[in-house]
């Protein structure tokens, strides 16, 4: 596998085979992962924050964080080569398996354990995040279809001038 580096104005870009990777982003997905392991790492705190706002925040961060990795993942490996819907697909999974492997890792820590629906508010956070993207993306390849069609069209037409000429 050959690995080369290109810049450009939309970042710092590295291609391994025909993969294309954002490294911006790759080290922001990792980041994230860092953080979440970090945070998941930390044992039960049901001593010093007790109560059902505490518990209602502590689970409502879920789907924001997870949103994150679901975007930076998509972002990491978006490219203009790669259709959006299956980069949409590669970054849903790939935060879905982390989102599982964190709740698996919570059941390793002292007073933490991994539940169902933490695991589903993960999967809703990334789900919207990557709907809004994914919905940004297909408007935005809408629009230049349309914009090709129109042009086309517009070539194809002769135009008030060239029929007076005929």
Known sequence: MSASTSSSNRGERTTVGSIEI???FAWLTAALFVLVFGLSSIPDLDDAFQGPVWSFLANAMHAPLFGAVGFCCYRTFATSRVRPGVMLAVAFVASATYA???EWHQSFVAGRDATLSDFLVDIAGV???LFL???RSLL???RARAAARLART???TPSHNQI???
């Open 164 to 166: 007076e000429t005929q």
């Open 127 to 129: 789900a919207i995040v």
């Open 154 to 156: 517009d070539a194809e």
């Open 22 to 24: 954002d490294r911006r």
């Open 140 to 142: 935005r390849g809408a």
């Open 133 to 135: 993207v994914g919905g």
């Open 100 to 102: 599982a492997l964190d």
